[in-house]
C-alpha cells in the first residue's frame, strides 16, 4: 500500500486504483502517481526502522509514502535493474 503526499492533502493512494469516486472515468493510481512525480527528484528517504514504512521527499512538497500491512508478511519489495535491493516488513529492512 502507497500514498502519495502533498502538502495539505493527500494525492492518490494504491487503494484508489479503479475506483471512480463521481469522477468521469475511474482513477488510475499508477499514471497519477507517475503524472505528479515526472521530473521531480528524490531528495530524501526516510526508513521506519520499527515498521518498515519507507518516505521518499521529492523536489516540493510531494512525499511518496510506502506503509508496511502485515506483521508477518513482506509488505514491499524493491527491485533495481533486475536485482533485489529491499524489503520491508514489521522489524523493519530485511
Not at 11 to 27: K, R
Not at 50 to 73: A, H, M, N, W
Request: with cysteine.
Amino acid at each position: 500500500m502507497w500514498r502519495l503526499v502533498a502538502a495539505a492533502y493527500v494525492c492518490v493512494t494504491s487503494e484508489d486504483d479503479g475506483h471512480q469516486f463521481g469522477l468521469p472515468s475511474p482513477v488510475d493510481a499508477a499514471a497519477t502517481a507517475n503524472e505528479l512525480l515526472l521530473g521531480k527528484a528524490v531528495e530524501a528517504v526516510q526508513v521506519d526502522f520499527r515498521t518498515g514504512d519507507v518516505r521518499f521527499q521529492f523536489q516540493g512538497p510531494l512525499s511518496l509514502e510506502i506503509v508496511t500491512t502485515s506483521s508477518g508478511y513482506e509488505s514491499w519489495q524493491m527491485w533495481r535493474s533486475h536485482e533485489f535491493f529491499a524489503v520491508g516488513a514489521s522489524g523493519g529492512l530485511r
